[in-house]
């Protein structure tokens, strides 16, 4: 097989070649060695007949969904925990997206079985429970514009932390009665970038959470530092709590030092600058720990973080509605003609069963 960024050289190692790239792209010694375990067990997994599914010696290369799915199966039968059964997964994860990114490989085969991880690890029971009405209190005792606008997005949207600090003002549409703190803002900008996207006309209040942005990437005259996750854009509905929120928020909001105008930026040392990914778990973490739901070294099973509140949006959600499917498309999860199932039914299927569902959170 021939591989464009390796020239016309036959490609015997692909483990080798992803790791000596993640040495080009700086990847610390420590990670590639972590990298290297995981990978080569997997290589060593599909060579096996006696192992994998098809009872033959296969190629990463040629690998298929049901043959990942399998190793994933064998790691959970083995004594690893739940949680390093998922980084394994992430691990071949990124290995077969870079290698199909560069030409080197066909395909994907972790795609579909990341989407499925995705929610079987969001529905952990192991995770803290925390109730809405638990929820309605911790949120009562965050004052801050800012703080509290970041939460209640948190919780109404299941949003990704990077998809949070990756929003600008064009991303979001209000109800024009009600929207005067974000017409406020929009006055005081004069790039037209920062007009609201046309994906949000005739929606109603809404949230558009795009699949573009990629750490490093300039977007709207600005150079992310984060990375959206989605696999297809998604516009989220916004009720009148996420709205009073938001307009609490913008009122305030100061003027920003980036042409693309982010929904939510600094108020503190980083004064007019967008929220980065450290930023919002320091502050998540802080409020978290105010009320107990935070230690420091406690693992996901413990602990209130950014992630958490998207694991909360998902199990109330789909508690309520009983809707898989429209609770995999407002997280973002599915791509292709499931998401444009929705898309095309939006305001009869998508923002009726969501505005018929959502928990209160004052």
Known sequence: MSVDTAGDEELDDPVGYFLQDMTYHGKSERTREAYERVLRRFEAFLADPSRNPRRIGIEPEDATHRDCMAWIHSLRHGDLADSTVATYASYLHRFYAYLSQVG????????????????????????????????????AGIAHPLDHAVVVTFLKTGIRVGELCNLDLRDVVLEA???????????????????????????????YVSAEPAAGEVLAGEE???????????????DEELETALRRWLAIRPETRSPAEPLFCSTSGSWGYRLTPDMVHHLVERHASDSGWYRSGGGAEENVTPHYFRH?????????????GIVK????????????????NWGDRVRQTYESHIYSLY
């Open 224 to 238: 992310r530092t984060a990375s959206n996750k989605r696999k297809r854009s998604t516009v989220v509905p916004v």
């Open 104 to 139: 080197a490989f066909d395909s994907n085969p972790m795609a579909l079985v990341m989407e499925e991880m995705d929610e079987r690890i969001d529905t952990n029971p192991s995770r803290r429970d925390v109730s809405v009405p638990a929820m309605r209190e911790f949120l």
């Open 329 to 344: 498309y407002l997280r973002g999860d599915v791509g292709g003609d499931i998401i444009d199932t929705y898309t095309h």
């Open 177 to 207: 009665a009600t929207s005067e703190a974000r017409d406020a803002a929009l006055a005081a900008v004069s790039n037209r970038e920062t007009a609201p996207r046309p994906q949000l006309d005739n929606r109603g209040p809404s949230l």
């Open 312 to 324: 909360f949006f998902t199990t109330h959600l789909r508690d309520r509605t009983g809707d898989r």
